[in-house]
Every structure is written in C-alpha cells, then in structure tokens.
C-alpha cells in the first residue's frame, strides 16, 4: 500500500500528485489557474506492481516499490483567452519505495518526474521542462493500531484530490491538496467500532525549504521564507486533524472523512487559514459484474492559503466499471467569497472513459469543461 488517506506518510501511487498549493508550478494545477486540459488521451502503465516484494514469511530488512508511468497529450483547444490554446505532449513517472528495516521500523522515499514549470502562452509544448524531485522521504515506527512518521510527507486534509474518478476529476480538488511538508504525523486506528474502522489523524507541519524543495534537470526553483504562503513560516506551527471510516457493518462499500486544518501566513501574507472538509464515499457491486462508485466531499477555507478571501469546494464524481472498460463523471464547483464584497463561482466538469488490460496498461480518453475568473476553456 503506497497511499494513506488519513496521513500520508507513504508516497502518492500517482505521478500526478501535485506540489504543496503555495506554489502554483504543476501543469494540471495552475495552467489556467485549474481550469481542464481535454480531448486528451493517458496511457498508464503500471510497470511494475512490485519492484521488490517480501517473501511469504517475511525476513527483514526488505524493499518493496511501486513504479508507475503515463504519458498523455492534453489539447486545450477553444478558450475564451487565445492564450490558453495549446497542446501540451507530456510524460511523467513516480516512484514510491519502502524499506522495511524490522516489522515496527520503514523509510518511505518517493520521487516524482513531470513537468514542473507551466507552458508558455499559447505555445504547444512536447515532453518539456521535466524536473525529477524529492515529495517522499520519512522513517515510520508503527506498533498495534499506531502509525507515527516523521520527515516529509504530505498530512492528511481530504480525500476528494486523490479518489475522484476521471482523467480531470481531481484537478480543481487539489487546490487544497496538502503535500511536500516538513514535520511529524501520527494515525491510530480503532477496529470493529459501531462506525466501522475508525482512524483518527494529526500533523504538525512546515512547508519544506530544504534542497528537496527544488528539481534537477528542470528547476522548478527552491521555495525560501520570502516566497511566502500558506504553511511557509519556519516553525511548526501548522497542523491538521482527521477522522476516517470504512468497513462499516450496516452500509458495506461505504466511507466517509472529516477534517480540519490552519495554516499560519508567511511573509507577506493576510491571515492564517482555517480549513473545513467532510466527504463521503461509496462503491456498490452490481449485477454482471459492474462495480459503481460514487464520492462527494465539500471543502470550505475560512482566508483561503492565507489570504483575504473564503473560497468553498464541492466535488462530487461517478465511476463505472464492467471489465476491462471504466467511465467516469465528474465536477467541482469553486465559489470564491471576495474580503471586499462580491464572489466568483468557477467549476470544472469532465467525461472520461477507457480500458485497462490485464498487464495493468490503461488507455483512457477525456473530455472537460472549465470556467475559471470568466474565462472558459475547451
């Protein structure tokens, strides 16, 4: 298991997992200030489920690993601002690898290659400014129901910016997406309760402005203290709180997660933000051997990554699945209350479908719409 949606002390299983928000520098996340990339094609392959797995009776110290790949062409193709027309032919990589040195003791590294600077203005791009760069690395102790970490990892807030179904479900989502801190993280897990598997989480964080904060090959640049942002003050001082459930007896296939956040400004920032999220997930199974998913999660910042405004999320996505063959629905509305009166709604809504072989190779194609600050894009 390479995720943990309460905290994430393993590496994301996707390349696409994203930087922390105070630095608009991923391609899905800031191109178009989270607008959609559509009529795009990704083929993943999972290139290796393991890259080195344990023996049947588990002798220590062993590394297990998961490596996966997609190359995609994502083709904005009307926009309302000339700018945003391009193509953009990508590939990106992620590596997570764990290494079990005794069953209470592992070091977690996980590495990401992508595109770490945004396209130029209506200029197609081609396999360009890929950087290789650190999201991953911190020793865990667990014993009993009790997991703690400490190192960088990426704490718990949400879950609607990693399980939403679709080639473009999770992009306006991982806004606020939590990733690429410095600090401490503990989970514990208490089995067999009236509301399922119930996981209780903490983290106490700082952004990272260690040498892991910037990429080689292509420099995204390493984030300082004078960059400022959400998190970004040199002190633990920022810390989140969540609450999960699965497993539960009365409603097989369902989950749901709580959290809460506050971020302290850094420099030249508003306010520290206070950040709210609850959401819901549920799979059934199907006659014919269909399997449905359905997942929702609202998410409200009271001085959204710390600045004046209040911004509230709403995601919601749909996933179907006979086979090989998937599709998927999805949306998020954006509603941005400005400090100085008046709001903003954006949103974001895709179709996607495809088909996964056997080998673990998927070939998925999709289509989005996205409205963001009037603008809207194809």
Known sequence: MFFNNVTRFLPANRPLGGYAKYRKTTMKASLLAGTLMACAFTAQAHAADEIAAAPEEESYPYIEGELELELGNDWFFRSTDPDNELNDLFLSSALGLAVHFNPYLTLNAGLTLESVLDPRPATNRYFGDLGLYVDTLNLEAAVGGLTVAAGKFGPGFGTAWDITPGIYGTDLAEDYELSEMLGVGLAYTFEGTAFGNVTLGANLFVAD???????????????????????????LDNFSFTIDGEEIAALPGFSW????????????????????????????????????????????LSNAFAGPDDVLYATAGLGLVHGPWHGELAGTLRKTDFAGGGSQDDYLIQASAGYEWENGIDFSLGYGYGRDGGVATH
């Open 209 to 235: 402005t260690t040498a892991l904060s910037d990429s080689i090959f292509t420099r995204r640049g390493r984030l300082t203290r004078a960059d400022g942002g959400a998190a970004n003050t040199g002190n």
């Open 257 to 300: 997660h709580l959290g809460y956040r506050h971020l302290e400004p850094g420099i030249g920032d508003t306010d520290a933000e206070n950040g709210f999220v609850a959401g819901v997930a549920q799979t059934f199974s199907l006659e014919n051997e269909i399997e449905l998913t359905v997942n929702g999660e609202l998410a409200y």
